[in-house]
């Protein structure tokens, strides 16, 4: 038989690009020490990467190398140096003064009586203990790559933490960004409710104020007003008899006094409307004399303007008759007001379960611009304001139509004219009684 060939201790790691070796610290105060395990660890490879080894003889040699490069994976240290016991006080040193809890190491002592396996690994912090005897090349090969691994998950873990550390940092700082933020929010929200708390109870305290000065004006001012209308009517009346060229003069007395009036009402029923303190009255209403009375009462407050009555079979509706006729009287108002010498036609027709009253003027007409506000409270279209008005007509009329459950829309053409049209219910079946001018064919 032939000789056998050496065994050379290698293990089938990955192929790709070359990598730097494994570092390996030799503590030990033996040469011949340092020579065998050079020698053998130059036929060690692992993970494609072989192994390099860095010398130390003394226990204090060994703590400058690993203070200048702690990132040495594994140690093959001697027990008994330059003392009996200078291997494990390098052990507390490394641990405990340098802080060096990766490194992985291993005991070699040829004088295991000196320094016994299981007192040394329960009392240090020690990853392995071999007798000098007993380490063959095929065990150094395996102690080493045991605590090479151990070391790289080691390591894993540490980069691992950091990272976590690092992200939990970032995260904190987010947070604490974030946190700032929003407790800068609710100060600003909190500064704002403030403010915007001052303002409604400014705005309620006005309210009030506005309320108490509505009621002092309606109270307060009917009375003169109707001393004034008065006197007025028995002045026309005297003025037919000795001077009939005061009349015109009289008529606008009495003109301008219905207008204070209507505007008085109109500003009081608003207020009302608008703070919910008017409680509707439904009944069935016939607008027919409604319409009548308004279309008579304007002619004559505007000087015998034309306006053009023109009613179907239904007349009849749902609805509050002292809230209604202010709505007819507004809009009528409104259609003499912003119109000259043309014609107001004023339509009463049955619509889809209801009446629709139509109101019409070629006057001077809305802006596009200003028709999605007109409803607004105290707002006036932009070409109106050299003409007197509260800007409170419509949205009074607005208010009184949807109480009443019914809807409104508006058209206008500047330089054109305006056309207002409002839907109203008719009485409910059980309210409708004998009305035969509900009915196809009735008579009105």
Not at 75 to 80: F, K, R
Not at 185 to 208: I, N, Y
Not at 320 to 337: E, F, G, M, R
């Amino acid at each position: 038989m032939g000789r056998a060939a050496p065994l050379v201790l290698r293990d089938k790691g990955r192929q790709g690009p070359k990598l730097p070796p494994w570092s390996v610290l030799v503590v030990d105060d033996d040469d011949q020490v340092h020579a065998m395990t050079r020698v053998l660890l130059r036929d060690f490879t692992f993970e494609g990467r072989g192994f390099e080894m860095i010398s130390a003889h003394s226990a204090a040699e060994a703590t400058e190398l690993l203070a200048r490069n702690p990132s040495i994976p594994v140690a093959l240290l001697d027990v008994v140096m330059e003392s009996p016991d200078a291997g494990l006080r390098l052990v507390r040193q490394v641990r405990e003064d340098l802080g060096n809890h990766e490194i992985r190491i291993i005991l070699r002592t040829g004088q295991p009586g000196e320094a016994p396996e299981r007192d040394v690994v329960v009392a240090y912090d020690v990853n392995d203990y071999k007798s000098k005897s007993e380490l063959t090349a095929q065990k150094l090969f395996t102690a080493l790559v045991g605590a090479l691994r151990a070391w790289r998950d080691i390591e894993t873990i540490n980069s691992l933490n950091q990272r976590l550390a690092e992200a939990n940092e970032q995260l904190e700082q987010k947070v604490a960004g974030r946190t700032a933020e929003l407790m800068e929010s609710r100060d600003a929200l909190a500064r704002a409710k403030e403010r915007a708390e001052v303002a409604l109870e400014r705005e309620t305290a006005a309210k009030g104020q506005l309320r108490q000065f509505l009621s002092m004006v309606s109270h307060e001012f009917r009375t003169p007003l109707a001393i004034i209308d008065s006197a007025a009517q028995m002045l026309m009346m005297r003025a037919q008899r000795v001077d009939s060229g005061m009349l015109t003069r009289l008529e606008t007395i009495r003109g301008a006094v219905g207008r204070l009036i209507d505007l008085i009402g109109t500003c009081l029923a608003d207020e009302q409307l608008e703070t919910g303190r008017m409680i509707m009255q439904e009944q069935v209403l016939d607008l027919a004399p409604v319409l009548r009375a308004a279309v008579s009462h304007h002619q004559a407050a505007s000087g015998g303007r034309q306006v053009v009555l023109d009613m179907g079979r239904a007349t009849r509706v749902w609805g509050d008759p002292n809230l209604l006729p202010l709505v007819v009287n507004n809009l009528i108002s409104n259609a003499l007001k912003y119109s000259t010498d043309a014609p107001v036609d004023v339509r009463l027709r049955a619509n889809h379960g209801g009446v629709a009253l139509t109101v019409r003027d070629r006057g001077i007409g809305i802006p596009a611009v200003d028709l999605p506000r007109v409803f607004e409270r105290f707002y006036r279209a932009g070409n109106a304001h050299k003409l007197s008005g509260s800007g409170i007509g419509l949205h009074m009329v607005r208010q009184i139509v949807d109480l009443h459950g019914g809807s409104i829309q508006i058209g206008s053409s500047e330089g054109e004219g305006t056309t207002v049209t409002v839907h109203l219910r008719s009485p409910p079946r059980d309210q409708q009684g004998g009305d035969r001018s509900l009915e196809p064919g009735g008579i009105r």
